[in-house]
């Protein structure tokens, strides 16, 4: 079944570690995009990237990157996670005509950097 | 002014009632609009996608578009329990650029 895959749904981890959040997509979407949610709070885009070796940065600053070698993964790394980076991040993936169908969603990662 | 505005609610709502959501948008050339749910905890789920002016209805679900006064709108009818979550807006930015913008979410109680 075509989907979206998020791994690992909640990381704890030390401050200064650095940290990859994967994200996985069978539906050959060549749209995906990364989003951070606080509890309660807006979503906020944070990179994007329209294909293989193609990817920008979004509204939100964010110390993260993200590369995009395959079309269906898109990876986002921290360097050196601090409490700051605490938060859920949301990995989205779109068809080639994005204004008609949307996102389709990842699980989320939940991340706690203590 | 946020490029799309939400009431954070909660609205409550008796079940059976129809619950009404609203969203408006500061960018004129928007051109695509979306409603999700998201349940505590979980990720969004698009419910709804509206393009045109006018209503446009999927089962319990219709959705309302107004360009001329940059609201879009979201019913639900019949409301349930199962129907409380928080309702995201979600605009295009116009630009082309494939990148939306959400709202802050309504949060909808619906009362046994």
């Known amino acids: 079944e075509a989907d979206i895959y998020q791994t690992p749904r909640y990381l704890v981890i030390g401050t200064g570690k650095k940290i990859t959040l994967e994200c996985s997509q069978t539906?050959?979407?060549?749209?995906m995009y990364w989003y951070q949610q606080d509890p309660g709070m807006e979503l906020h885009l944070i990179h994007y990237s329209y294909g293989v070796n193609s990817t920008e940065k979004g509204d939100l600053s964010s110390e993260s990157t993200v590369s995009r070698i395959r079309t269906e993964h898109f990876p986002l790394t921290l360097e050196s996670a601090r409490p700051s980076h605490t938060s859920q991040y949301l990995c989205?993936?779109?068809?080639?005509?994005?204004?008609?169908?949307?996102?389709?969603f990842g699980s989320g990662t939940r991340l706690t950097v203590v | 002014q946020k490029e799309v505005e939400q009431n954070s609610g909660p609205l409550s709502v008796p079940e059976g009632a129809i619950a009404s959501l609203n969203c408006t948008y500061s960018d004129r050339g928007s051109q695509s609009f979306f409603w999700y749910r998201q349940y505590s905890g979980k990720s969004p789920e698009l419910i709804m996608s509206i393009y045109s002016n006018g209503d446009k209805e999927d089962g319990r679900f219709t959705a309302q578009l107004n360009k001329a006064s940059q609201y879009v709108s979201l019913l639900i009818r019949d409301s349930q329990p199962s129907d409380s979550a928080t309702y995201l807006c979600?605009?295009?930015?116009?630009?082309?650029?494939?990148?939306?913008?959400f709202g802050t979410g309504t949060r909808l109680k619906v009362l046994a």
């Open positions: 979600a605009v295009n930015n116009g630009s082309g650029t494939y990148k939306y913008i």
């Open positions: 989205a993936s779109s068809e080639p005509t994005t204004g008609i169908y949307g996102y389709t």
């Open positions: 539906m050959g979407h060549d749209k």
